[in-house]
């Protein structure tokens, strides 16, 4: 068995919760400087936002839609976490409950892109340990535009967002089949089958691939990109066939997760389903789920999954989840490895 490098995955991502007070400038603790921050309210219908270090404090985007993207997070990066500065809805309503998860990159640099077509120009963070990049890039228009992501292996998952026009959230799944396949995170969609998003290459160790389509590649265009790759003990990136059973299939991770998104990529009526160990610490109490292509205040009692030591086992017969034919693709980070570092089984400590 391959042991972990990274002993506490909170070291890397981490998972905060807290009841807003309606005042300015509000500190949160993480643990880490982010570099990127999901945040999304619990109690209401909102959007939410993300952000990142790469674009800059308070530049957001929503996955609730493909709107470009605006100056309304009021949320600054910190040493320890992040400060937020409004009481608005979006992240310190008073007596409104929220959630924001949170990811470590940190080796920053520039470049010029590469592939086919004019070289543009590109920014990034990256984390090769935790097998995470930010990559802002322009497009160029031309098919076989490549850009770089400096994880030094190849990505299993890999999100691109427009960031001046209104476009979806295109998405790069492993679990989808090709580089002919993609997934829209901001709609019920099921996967769909095109060269325009990604062309005809898969990622490699080194860099991206582009198509031709304007909400990846238009040129002149900017875009934001997220890409993750698997890292033993710590984050997984794969799909399952649903059984349609209560007693569904067990995924196994090689750690217990902290985070678990999923999705029916041949079934279009389906939401995204978001849950975390944060929200739901226990898996026989409440179940708490949020969908990230829907503004929808969270759900509970919606009982998807059981979180386990080494990964995780649907419980479920439906729920978007595990319906009859479903192909379910997921993205899953740790809260603690099976094993650490030095071959000892977690659970035995």
């Avoid at 509000?26 to 309210?41: C, E, N, S």
């Avoid at 978001?274 to 919606?302: I, Y």
Wanted: net charge negative; with cysteine; glycine share 12%.
């Amino acid at each position: 068995m391959a042991y972990t490098t990274i002993d506490d995955p909170a070291e890397y991502f981490n998972i905060v919760t807290f009841t807003g007070d309606g005042t300015d400038d509000r500190a949160i603790t993480v643990g880490f400087q982010p570099d990127l921050t999901w945040m999304r309210q619990r109690t209401d219908a909102s959007g939410g936002y993300i952000t990142d270090a790469v674009r800059g404090n308070n530049a957001a985007l929503q996955t609730t839609n493909g709107n470009a993207e605006g100056t309304f997070a009021d949320m600054t990066f910190t040493s320890t976490g992040i400060t937020v500065s409004s009481n608005e809805n979006l992240n310190n309503e008073d007596a409104h409950n929220y959630v924001s998860w949170h990811w470590k990159a940190g080796t920053t640099g520039s470049g010029t892109t590469t592939g086919s077509g004019t070289g543009k120009a590109y920014s990034y963070s990256v984390n090769t340990t935790a097998g995470f990049s930010i990559v802002t890039y322009l497009g160029n228009g031309t098919e076989d535009h490549t850009i770089p992501h400096h994880l030094g292996v190849a990505p299993k998952m890999y999100i691109v967002k427009q960031r001046d026009d209104a476009d979806s959230w295109i998405t790069y799944h492993n679990g989808l089949g090709g580089a002919d396949k993609y997934i829209l995170l901001d709609t019920t969609g099921a996967a769909g089958t095109s060269n325009n998003p990604w062309g005809t290459v898969v990622p490699t160790s080194s860099v991206n691939n582009l198509g031709s389509a304007g909400d990846t590649n238009g040129n002149g265009d900017s875009f934001i990109m997220y890409s993750f790759a698997d890292v033993q003990g710590y984050s997984k990136f794969g799909s399952y066939t649903a059984n349609a059973n209560a007693d569904g299939p067990f995924i196994y991770t090689g750690f217990k997760p902290a985070w678990i998104l999923l999705k029916a990529s041949n079934n279009g009526s389906w939401h995204w389903r978001l849950s975390d160990s944060t929200r739901t610490t226990f898996n026989s109490s409440t179940f708490h789920n949020l969908f990230p292509n829907t503004t929808s205040a969270e759900v509970t009692n919606e009982k998807d999954v059981d979180y386990l030591s080494n990964g995780f086992k649907l419980r479920t017969a439906g729920n978007g989840v595990n319906g009859s034919g479903y192909e379910v693709i997921y993205m899953a980070f740790a809260e603690q490895p099976f094993v650490n570092s030095n071959g000892v089984p977690c659970n035995a400590r």
